[in-house]
């Protein structure tokens, strides 16, 4: 439990939190709407489906309020590097922002569901009152309206509407239908099988948010809900809920006036939308700054690195940019890991072809080494630097780093930037030992990094500092044919397939012997575990994190942390 709270605790006091506010707000709007005397009219007329639908719209302003706050990328960077001081577990769950952007999106989207269908069986009875299949009471209130000076509290005016009719010709009606298809489509096309699989759907159909908070600032403009209203003489509400007949005849009973409350769900989201607009105009103002190619090289396993240069662009290790190529789409952005260190006077990207997208860009890459053009003439959007959890990696003792293929590339910053500090003898650097576990399918992808990483070799062994990198390449898939080749060249100093020192390993790693490794290494550190990789691992890495942390405060400590776009 102790180990739990380390590494869960202020994640889980997060939720709960947002879990608790969703539960009063429901619970308090139900009570209010339930209970509230100026609605009584209309509850005779629907019943419980007034609370059904109320509760859930006061949920709805609220998370509609949170969902844009994670995807605000500037603003969450910006809080990352001012609120340094406020320790790694705060920062830490700026890493999950996409992860409660999720969640956020999943009560939106049930208590949309529960508000319609409250709403829908709301209209059902509505109509029936209108059509006087109610009671004396609920007749007479659906006929208010009818006369002069009186108002309405049934939206259905006449006995030949049908509720469709409403639906689609009401402010309240017809937002609510454009919103509803608005959040199907964004929720549906974010299944992680679309969004992998056909990106471009996803980034588009998300773009309906736009319509979506559009539609919601406009539905509450139609005042469907409608109430009691002070008069003078005041109509006593329990006086004359039982005679009807004599509304209008006695004092006590002045036929009743009705309104519709006032909108409040752009008090809501006013705030939110305007940052997102600043952030919006902030990326808008990052996309017109002009980018430069400082080199292009076309690396083994369909891999495209570009070096690239503009004006006034800082980073830090492990951050990540957002990369746009107008000749191929002027709206998608891709995020991209940069594999530069900050001491380099550019930065630079390696982008796997795993797409449409990257597909098109390494063909035009391609075409234009094909008629040896020594820099692209296409055009490249830079939306960035952004920060992610590898910023952290030097306020760790000890840092454990974990990249499974292209997942590298963070940490390719990382051991550029040791290298730099080691070769300026750079007294801040607070890390003492890394332990570097890169994972891959096949040979080839070793080929770009095995570079740096033979430099990095190179140069702890000219410092006397060997042991402050220990790194171990595991092949995940071979066939025959290198299987032989390996049992040939097995004497060898070097490894056949890197050219490094230390050996390849064949398959996965046994993680529980490596954390008993650290462990007993580094006793009484604190280990910072690092991952730029697929789920199921992340999962597995997390648990042995829990597992291998010591509940003594002097013991070692395990800190997980993911990379997450």
Not at 337 to 365: N, Q
Request: aromatic fraction near 14%; glycine fraction near 6%; hydrophobic fraction near 45%.
């Amino acid at each position: 439990m102790s180990n739990w709270i380390i590494n869960h605790g202020l994640s889980a006091f997060i939720l709960v939190l947002w879990m608790g506010i969703n539960t009063f707000l429901f619970v308090y709007y139900y009570l209010f709407y339930d209970h509230g005397l100026q609605f009584l009219y209309t509850r005779h007329i629907v019943g419980s489906g007034l609370s059904w639908a109320r509760a859930p719209a006061a949920v709805l302003n609220f998370n509609c309020m949170l969902i844009l706050l994670p995807v605000c990328r500037n603003l969450l960077s910006l809080i990352r590097g001012n609120f340094t001081c406020c320790g790694r577990s705060l920062r830490k769950q700026l890493d999950k922002n996409l992860t409660f952007h999720k969640l956020v999106a999943y009560m939106i989207a049930l208590m949309t569901a529960v508000h319609t269908i409250a709403h829908l069986f709301n209209m059902e009875r509505f109509n029936n009152s209108r059509q006087g299949k109610g009671d004396e009471l609920s007749t007479e209130l659906s006929e208010l309206g009818d006369e002069a000076n009186q108002t309405f509290l049934n939206p259905i005016r006449s006995t030949s509407t049908t509720p469709t009719y409403v639906v689609f010709t009401t402010i309240a009606g017809l937002t609510g239908v454009i919103i509803t298809l608005a959040l199907i489509l964004m929720i549906t096309s974010s299944m992680e099988i679309i969004r992998r699989c056909y990106f471009e759907v996803f980034w588009y159909t998300h773009h309906l948010f736009i319509i979506f908070f559009a539609g919601l600032v406009f539905h509450g403009a139609g005042r469907i809900v409608r109430s009691v209203k002070t008069t003078d003489p005041p109509h006593n509400i329990s006086f004359c809920e039982d005679q009807p007949a004599n509304w209008g005849l006695i004092p006590q009973c002045p036929i009743p006036q009705f309104a519709g409350g006032f909108p409040q769900t752009w008090m809501w989201v006013i705030g939110p939308m305007v940052l997102y607009l600043c952030e919006r105009i902030v990326r808008f103002v990052r996309y017109m700054q002009t980018v430069t190619y400082r080199k292009i090289v076309i690396r083994p396993s369909k891999v495209l690195e570009l070096q690239l240069v503009k004006a006034g662009f800082k980073m830090e290790v492990g951050q990540y940019v957002f990369l746009n190529c107008p000749d191929i789409s002027q709206l998608e952005w891709h995020p991209f890991t940069m594999t530069s260190a900050p001491e380099e006077d550019f930065f630079s990207v390696h982008i796997r072809v795993v797409g449409d997208w990257t597909e098109k860009l390494m063909s035009m890459a391609m075409a234009c080494a094909k008629i040896e053009v020594p820099l692209p003439h296409f055009r490249i959007g830079v939306d960035g630097p952004f920060g992610t959890a590898s910023e952290d990696v030097f306020d760790y003792e000890v840092s454990m780093l974990v990249g499974c293929g292209i997942g590298v590339t963070p940490f390719a910053s990382i051991l550029k930037s040791i290298w730099y500090k080691f070769k300026e003898s750079n007294p801040t650097l607070r890390t003492r030992k890394i332990y570097f576990y890169w994972l891959c399918r096949e040979t080839h992808a070793f080929e770009w990094f095995a570079d740096l990483l033979q430099v990095l070799e190179r140069e702890m062994e000219e410092r006397g500092m060997g042991s402050f990198l220990t790194y171990k390449l595991f092949l995940t898939g071979w066939d025959q044919s290198h299987a032989a080749h390996v049992k040939v060249h097995f004497d060898k100093d070097t490894d056949v397939v890197t050219g490094l020192k230390q050996k390849t390993y064949y398959g996965r790693p046994h993680w529980d012997n490596e954390f008993t490794e650290i462990r007993n290494n580094h006793p009484t550190s604190v280990v910072g575990t690092f991952l730029c990789g697929p789920e199921a691992l992340a999962k597995t890495l997390e648990k042995k994190c829990a597992k291998f942390s010591v509940v003594d405060p002097r013991g070692i400590k395990f800190y997980f942390n993911k990379e997450n776009f």
